[in-house]
């Protein structure tokens, strides 16, 4: 643990290159979801000290926006190469701070280091273009746009818990390619994580000012960051709820949005169902189901029903449950509150006579992985967001039903649909009212130079490395009139 970023365990913040301790701050402890334990503690920061962050950005946008784009790719895979030396560390870090399991902590971090590369190259061809007007009526050809892409100048990010390592980069590598300077705003559980990720960043050469990082309560400094006149786009991943109330007060500010999720695997009579339960317990339980991505729900067709639920089943009982450190699938929820909820759809659905086929076992944060069958549409469980470690099992008579209840949900982010009929997949893929449709696999997001969109209530602008790099940047036109 590098001593710049962090003394006894209290963490400061990066500010014009330099991790500084703030006089009289009060902090927040940081303590594991695995044992309670202090992981450490971070800066409870002012509207005041947001103000003097926010000013150091703005200050450094023009040194930034005028550094050649190769010279910004070269600091890019600095900082990817900086972070595959130090995945065992963070690794270690991230499963005491979020409960993340071993593998999918080596897995997050690897992902990253192939995103920032991945975005550096995609950065060095977005070019822009020329555009004659004589094809345009009444125009001859005295007139000439030339197109380029400019920075959008200070990006707010704000990280999640789950993917705190991820989902801070993928927003700051797509933002600094582009020109810009960035403000990461990182979640509370999972702060820790995302300032090394942080200082990452700031060793492997940005000028001064160019990453700045603001940590705090939400109640005390978020309205207050989003609302500020100086920042120029807000790239936010969390709940649908506050991602509402940040387009709310935000004005005319441009964003991208991952909010929330209710990712339903429609499974028709036709389906390979060995290859269906695979897929679908990878996708409801990995992590716990603490993912916006994760198989939600499970719509199957009635006649068939009974065999995938065995499969289900089957497979449900083999995930390994314990502690991070343990090698396993199912780890601690990220508190109490979480475990709370969870538990509580899974009591109101058993109340109104759903079948529970597994689990439903808890120990502090730690909940067993649950099945549950005979679903129906007047429990909370077929239609919220539990980010938990339970799947529901909803009967239907047909795939146009089947259809018609995916639908009916307030979040349209994945949906899967497994069938052995090529024209089935397309018509339910056509039908679905989702940013992505996957056919015979888990909802899951990647690879990451694929779009990834959300509709209704889940998300705002697409994602994905070269649509994020589009979407952080503003097309500006110089028209050319040539005389004679």
């Known amino acids: 643990m590098s001593l710049e970023i962090s003394n006894n ?91 993340k399991d071993r593998k999918s902590c080596l897995s997050e971090i690897s992902r990253t280091v192939d995103f920032i590369k991945f975005t550096a190259d995609e ?7 020329t555009i004659g007007a004589d094809n345009f009526p009444g125009f001859n050809n005295n007139k000439l746009s030339l197109v380029t892409r400019v920075p959008v100048g200070t990006v707010l990010a704000i990280s999640p818990f789950n993917y705190p390592i991820n989902l801070s980069a993928s927003k700051i590598a797509p933002a600094l390619i582009a020109g810009n300077c960035v403000i990461l705003k990182p979640p509370t559980q999972g702060a820790i994580s995302a300032l090394h990720l942080a200082d990452i960043f700031n060793k492997a050469g940005l000028p001064p ?56 695997a429609l499974v028709l009579e036709d389906a390979d169902l060995e290859a269906a339960a695979k897929n679908i ?56 509150k979480a475990a709370d909820f969870v538990e509580g759809l899974i009591q109101e659905a058993l109340d109104k006579n759903a079948k529970l086929i597994l689990g439903n076992k808890r120990n502090g944060n730690l909940l067993y992985p649950t099945l549950i069958d005979n679903v129906t549409l007047d429990m909370r469980l077929a239609w919220e967001e539990p980010f938990g470690p339970v799947l529901p099992i909803i009967r239907v008579s047909n795939i146009d039903e089947a259809i018609e209840i995916a639908n009916q949900s307030e979040y349209g982010l994945q949906s899967s649909v497994f069938t052995t009929n090529i024209n089935k997949a397309f018509y339910t893929a056509k039908k679905l009212e989702v940013g992505t449709v996957q056919i015979n696999n888990k909802t899951e997001r990647g690879p ?37």
């Open 9 to 99: 365990n209290i963490y400061k913040n990066l500010y014009d290159g330099k991790w500084e301790s703030i006089p009289n701050i009060k902090f927040i402890e940081i303590t594991s979801p695995v044992d309670g334990s202090l992981v450490g503690k971070i800066e409870a920061m002012t509207k005041d000290d947001v103000d003097k962050v926010v000013t150091n950005s703005k200050s450094a946008e023009k040194v930034w926006s005028e550094t050649p784009i190769s010279k910004r790719a070269e600091i890019l895979h600095k900082a990817a190469d900086l972070l595959e030396a130090s995945k065992s560390e963070l690794s270690d870090i991230l499963q005491i701070e979020i409960a």
């Open 123 to 129: 950065g060095k061809h977005m070019e822009g273009e």
């Open 209 to 264: 000012g160019v990453l700045n990082t603001v940590t705090g309560q939400g109640s005390s400094i978020g309205d207050y960051i989003v609302k500020h006149k100086d920042i120029n786009f807000i790239n936010f991943t969390g709940s649908t709820e506050v991602g509402k109330h940040i387009a709310e007060i935000a004005g005319m500010v441009p964003m991208l949005m991952e909010l929330g999720g209710k990712d339903a």
């Open 281 to 336: 317990v990878q996708g409801a339980y990995s992590y716990s189901g603490q993912r916006c991505t994760a198989v939600k729900r499970v719509i199957a067709i009635d006649s068939i029903a009974d065999e995938l639920v065995e499969k289900l089943k089957d497979k449900v009982e083999k995930l390994k449950v314990g502690m991070p450190h343990q090698d396993v699938d199912i780890t601690p929820l990220i508190n109490s």
């Open 448 to 484: 990451d130079h694929f779009p990834f969109t959300g509709f209704k209530s889940s998300g705002l602008g697409t994602q994905g490395i070269r649509y994020s790099i589009e979407a952080m940047s503003r097309i500006k036109s110089i028209v050319l009139t040539i005389e004679g």
